[in-house]
């Protein structure tokens, strides 16, 4: 069998449906033998980096595993920032990169570069991927490419970097089977948590993106519902339950939910399933997490665990779905009735209580999506404002770039959601983040598919923008219009990709009592911000958790904190 075939063959076997990539000269041979694929859509991105990012979110919607492929050289260093992307936050994906034949190579030759694009693709991507597999000849192939996507998907999820000469890929090879990873023994008694929770009177549950990328959804919100206590999330996943759920109280961290930081608060036992807990949910204080409560941590990644936050916390190295299999399992008897209510108190008298015009804007903007909709953000203020102004109904998702926190990830993002779900997708953009990607509007106007981009347009990179404001005496180099950075006419770009185009001012809430999103096709919505944005709230170094800047008004916090 031809290597670029048995290569699909694996690709299809792990039931990817969809690949995302981008032309060279080392990689025609596994285009070809995509193209030959039925089962498989070969999809043509304008950038290598939206390539990556596509593959990306095709893994964020689907809970499969996202793959992309490469030219060597350029093609490769171009797919960097996506491959660091999954790496940091976990996401299940195969990243193929052609290499000159191993005949044109340097190897222990003393030279800077033999090969035409020949650059050291396996050594420079070492550090942000699970394993990087330089496949030097084509009897190593099978085994490879097999342990590539077992590797992408069990313990931790993350990137496996396929480094393939294309000598490798037009070999013919014999096919044999490798052996799967065994699953992880956790050796942990149920009673451990069990005692801990029916002992506590206002136990909650953190629960973080590990749970969201084992594909795990369903059976945990059956252990929610098994338990029935309060529910707070990190921000990647916020969207595992319905806004409306009565155990949902939102998102955590430095930009968090008020009412989730204060339930963190006033809990005696926090039980953290699957989350990093790193300085964007705790701040500068880890301590300060876990204030007046115990602390249960559930990780599959025992380096995760190795950063503790408090000293005598109960550390759990075991997967979520094993933990939720034994929550299922069992009988639990207590009541949280009383703890629920004022959670559901705090939830009702803080949610909003920051919120702005723009806020509504979003707000109402996202009611228009259908009940299925993914939902993908760059990074900047319109990211948080995404968060802070979802209302998520049972079926739709919200998809990010947190760890690496790039911009230029939600229109390619947004595409590999589409394929992952074939379902509509909101992608929402700065101004400023637009335009690292911008050239896939040809792609989603090539492929007339239901992707509605919409551009938070406050003529500004905002986050950066307002830390300018506050450290450098309002001195916003390369931020702003008065410092350099501008930005294009919006309806002439949605006019040369030939996209439907809407101008929605902040000042015209009304305006979109009338609007409705397409039910085919994709869309470009700019939203025209005319008053300075900035991120509310935010921790206040030093102090607890919900505590957070601006203030809230005497009589509020009166009421919260007697709850």
């Given at each position: 069998?031809?290597?670029?075939?048995?290569?699909?063959?694996?690709?299809?076997?792990?039931?990817?449906?969809?690949?995302?990539?981008?032309?060279?000269?080392?990689?025609?041979?596994?285009?070809?033998?995509?193209?030959?694929?039925?089962?498989?859509?070969?999809?043509?991105?304008?950038?290598?980096?939206?390539?990556?990012?596509?593959?990306?979110?095709?893994?964020?919607?689907?809970?499969?595993?996202?793959?992309a492929?490469?030219?060597?050289?350029?093609?490769?260093?171009?797919?960097?920032?996506?491959?660091?992307?999954?790496?940091?936050?976990?996401i299940p994906?195969?990243?193929?990169?052609?290499?000159?034949?191993?005949?044109?190579?340097?190897?222990?030759?003393?030279?800077?570069?033999?090969?035409?694009?020949?650059i050291?693709?396996?050594?420079?991507?070492?550090k942000?991927?699970?394993?990087?597999?330089?496949?030097?000849?084509?009897?190593?192939?099978?085994?490879?490419?097999?342990?590539?996507?077992?590797?992408?998907?069990?313990?931790?999820?993350?990137?496996?970097?396929?480094?393939?000469?294309?000598?490798?890929?037009?070999?013919?090879?014999?096919?044999?089977?490798?052996?799967?990873?065994?699953?992880l023994?956790?050796?942990?008694?149920?009673?451990v948590?069990?005692?801990?929770?029916?002992?506590a009177?206002?136990?909650?549950?953190?629960?973080?993106?590990?749970?969201?990328?084992?594909?795990?959804?369903?059976m945990?919100?059956?252990?929610?519902?098994k338990l029935g206590?309060p529910?707070?999330?990190?921000?990647?996943?916020?969207?595992?339950?319905?806004?409306?759920?009565?155990?949902?109280f939102?998102?955590?961290?430095?930009?968090?939910?008020?009412?989730?930081?204060?339930?963190?608060?006033?809990?005696?036992?926090?039980?953290?399933?699957?989350?990093?807990?790193?300085?964007?949910v705790?701040?500068?204080?880890?301590?300060?997490l876990?204030?007046?409560?115990?602390?249960?941590?559930?990780?599959?990644?025992?380096?995760?665990?190795?950063?503790?936050?408090v000293?005598?916390?109960?550390?759990?190295?075991?997967?979520?779905?094993?933990?939720?299999?034994?929550?299922?399992?069992?009988?639990?008897?207590?009541?949280?009735t009383?703890?629920?209510?004022?959670?559901?108190n705090?939830?009702?008298?803080l949610?909003?209580?920051?919120?702005?015009?723009?806020?509504?804007?979003?707000?109402?903007?996202?009611?228009?999506?259908?009940?299925d909709?993914?939902?993908?953000?760059?990074?900047?203020?319109?990211?948080?404002?995404?968060?802070?102004?979802?209302?998520?109904?049972?079926?739709?998702?919200?998809?990010?770039?947190?760890?690496?926190?790039?911009?230029?990830?939600?229109?390619?993002?947004a595409?590999?959601?589409?394929?992952?779900?074939?379902?509509?997708?909101?992608?929402?953009?700065?101004?400023?983040?637009?335009?690292?990607?911008?050239q896939?509007?040809?792609?989603?106007?090539?492929?007339?598919?239901?992707?509605?981009?919409?551009i938070?347009?406050?003529?500004?990179?905002?986050?950066?923008?307002?830390?300018?404001?506050?450290?450098?005496?309002?001195?916003?180099?390369?931020?702003?219009?008065?410092?350099?950075?501008?930005?294009?006419?919006?309806?002439?770009i949605?006019?040369?990709?030939?996209?439907?185009?809407?101008?929605?001012?902040?000042?015209?809430?009304?305006?979109?009592?009338?609007?409705?999103?397409?039910?085919?096709g994709?869309?470009?919505?700019e939203?025209?911000?005319?008053?300075?944005?900035?991120?509310?709230?935010?921790?206040?170094?030093?102090?607890?958790i919900?505590?957070?800047?601006?203030?809230?008004?005497?009589?509020?916090k009166e009421?919260?904190?007697?709850?």
């Amino acid at each position: 069998m031809k290597g670029s075939d048995y290569i699909v063959s694996v690709i299809k076997k792990n039931n990817v449906t969809d690949v995302f990539g981008y032309p060279g000269a080392t990689v025609c041979h596994l285009m070809d033998s995509l193209e030959k694929e039925d089962a498989i859509v070969n999809h043509l991105n304008y950038h290598e980096q939206a390539c990556a990012f596509a593959a990306c979110g095709y893994a964020q919607s689907s809970g499969r595993i996202g793959v992309a492929y490469a030219n060597g050289g350029p093609g490769f260093t171009n797919l960097i920032t996506g491959i660091a992307n999954a790496y940091y936050d976990s996401i299940p994906t195969v990243f193929i990169c052609g290499q000159v034949d191993t005949a044109d190579m340097v190897g222990a030759r003393l030279l800077r570069q033999n090969g035409i694009q020949e650059i050291p693709i396996s050594a420079i991507a070492s550090k942000f991927v699970k394993e990087a597999i330089f496949v030097d000849s084509p009897d190593k192939l099978c085994e490879a490419v097999n342990r590539a996507f077992e590797l992408s998907k069990s313990g931790r999820p993350g990137p496996i970097l396929l480094e393939i000469p294309a000598n490798v890929q037009r070999a013919e090879i014999e096919i044999y089977e490798s052996v799967n990873s065994q699953k992880l023994n956790a050796g942990i008694d149920i009673n451990v948590i069990k005692d801990m929770l029916e002992a506590a009177e206002r136990p909650c549950l953190l629960v973080g993106n590990g749970v969201k990328l084992s594909g795990l959804s369903n059976m945990f919100r059956k252990a929610v519902d098994k338990l029935g206590i309060p529910v707070v999330f990190t921000l990647p996943a916020f969207d595992l339950l319905p806004f409306e759920s009565k155990y949902n109280f939102g998102y955590v961290g430095n930009n968090g939910c008020r009412y989730s930081n204060y339930i963190l608060e006033k809990s005696d036992l926090i039980v953290s399933v699957a989350a990093r807990l790193d300085v964007k949910v705790t701040g500068k204080e880890k301590k300060a997490l876990v204030h007046n409560a115990k602390l249960i941590r559930i990780d599959i990644d025992r380096n995760e665990l190795s950063e503790k936050i408090v000293t005598d916390e109960v550390q759990i190295n075991m997967n979520a779905e094993q933990l939720f299999e034994k929550i299922l399992s069992e009988e639990w008897d207590y009541d949280s009735t009383m703890w629920l209510n004022i959670c559901e108190n705090l939830k009702r008298k803080l949610y909003g209580y920051d919120f702005k015009n723009y806020h509504f804007i979003l707000q109402k903007l996202f009611s228009k999506a259908a009940d299925d909709a993914s939902f993908t953000a760059d990074v900047g203020h319109h990211e948080i404002y995404m968060a802070q102004s979802l209302k998520l109904k049972e079926k739709q998702r919200a998809l990010f770039s947190l760890g690496l926190a790039s911009m230029g990830y939600s229109l390619p993002a947004a595409i590999g959601a589409y394929y992952g779900t074939r379902s509509q997708v909101i992608s929402l953009s700065g101004d400023g983040g637009i335009q690292m990607n911008i050239q896939e509007l040809q792609f989603i106007a090539r492929e007339n598919i239901p992707v509605k981009v919409v551009i938070f347009n406050n003529h500004s990179l905002g986050m950066v923008r307002e830390f300018q404001e506050r450290n450098f005496n309002h001195v916003c180099s390369q931020t702003t219009d008065q410092f350099g950075y501008t930005t294009p006419v919006f309806s002439k770009i949605a006019n040369a990709y030939g996209i439907k185009y809407t101008r929605i001012e902040d000042h015209s809430i009304g305006q979109l009592e009338e609007f409705e999103f397409d039910e085919k096709g994709p869309e470009l919505v700019e939203l025209v911000i005319n008053e300075p944005t900035y991120l509310y709230p935010r921790y206040i170094r030093g102090k607890r958790i919900c505590d957070m800047e601006p203030q809230l008004n005497d009589k509020i916090k009166e009421y919260v904190e007697t709850l």
